[in-house]
T-cell receptor
Framework: EAQVTQNPRYLITVTGKKLTVTCSQN?????MSWYRQDPGLGLRQIYY???????DKGDVPEGYKVSRKEKRNFPLILESPSPNQTSLYFC???????????FGQGTRLTVV | KNEVEQSPQNLTAQEGEFITINCSYS?????LHWLQQHPGGGIVSLFM???GKKKHGRLIATINIQEKHSSLHITASHPRDSAVYIC????????????FGTGTRLQVFP
């Protein structure tokens, strides 16, 4: 089954404690992105990658890191999480330009 | 002003009603997504279209590129259609860029 898998689904952590949210897709997609979703602000892009070892900033990259060492995986790293990073995070993948996006189930992160 | 605007923001309906959600955009696009998000759930792509009309079951999506407008219609609505519906414009660029509307929250009552 074609899917994008994120882990964990829920995470509560403390300010400053490094964490990683994993994202994996099984569709051999070139494009992968991370988004955060906040009430009243909708979905905003954090980082994206259009190929292995190629990543670029989206609209709200501050406080986040990503890597794309293999095509299927695109982890999101918060080196020093802060309460303003409390949000619902989505990973998505696409096969290329003008192709359908597939989203993961989301990760609800709370930073206290 | 957002580059992608949806209306209405909230919509309630009785089961069986015909529903229309609108999406207007001010940028050039190559295609447009309609997405569905159930409460506490993930995001599912319903349609991606760049022209004309697509139909899947009770769902119909249309797009008019010249008028920069797309609509999502739900025929014979059902309580399980209750969700947030989001349109997302695919911008022709050398980036993985989607511009999202802020969503329409639909509640269908029995």
């Amino acid at each position: 089954e074609a899917q994008v898998t994120q882990n964990p689904r829920y995470l509560i952590t403390v300010t400053g404690k490094k964490l990683t949210v994993t994202c994996s897709q099984n569709m051999n997609h070139e494009y992968m992105s991370w988004y955060r979703q906040d009430p009243g602000l909708g979905l905003r892009q954090i980082y994206y990658s259009m190929n292995v070892e190629v990543t670029d900033k989206g609209d709200v990259p501050e406080g986040y890191k990503v890597s794309r060492k293999e095509k299927r995986n695109f982890p999101l790293i918060l080196e020093s999480p802060s309460p303003n990073q409390t949000s619902l995070y989505f990973c998505a993948s696409r096969g290329g330009l003008n192709t359908e996006a597939f989203f993961g189930q989301g990760t609800r992160l709370t930073v206290v | 002003k957002n580059e992608v605007e949806q209306s209405p923001q909230n919509l309630t309906a009785q089961e069986g009603e015909f529903i229309t959600i609108n999406c207007s955009y001010s940028v050039g696009i190559s295609a447009l997504h309609w997405l569905q998000q159930h409460p506490g759930g993930g995001i599912v792509s319903l349609f991606m279209l760049s022209s004309g009309k697509k139909k899947h079951g009770r769902l119909i999506a249309t797009i008019n590129i010249q008028e920069k407008h797309s609509s999502l219609h739900i025929t014979a609505s059902h309580p399980r259609d209750s969700a947030v519906y989001i349109c997302a414009a695919i911008v022709p660029s050398n980036t993985d860029k989607l511009i999202f509307g802020t969503g329409t929250r639909l509640q269908v009552f029995p």
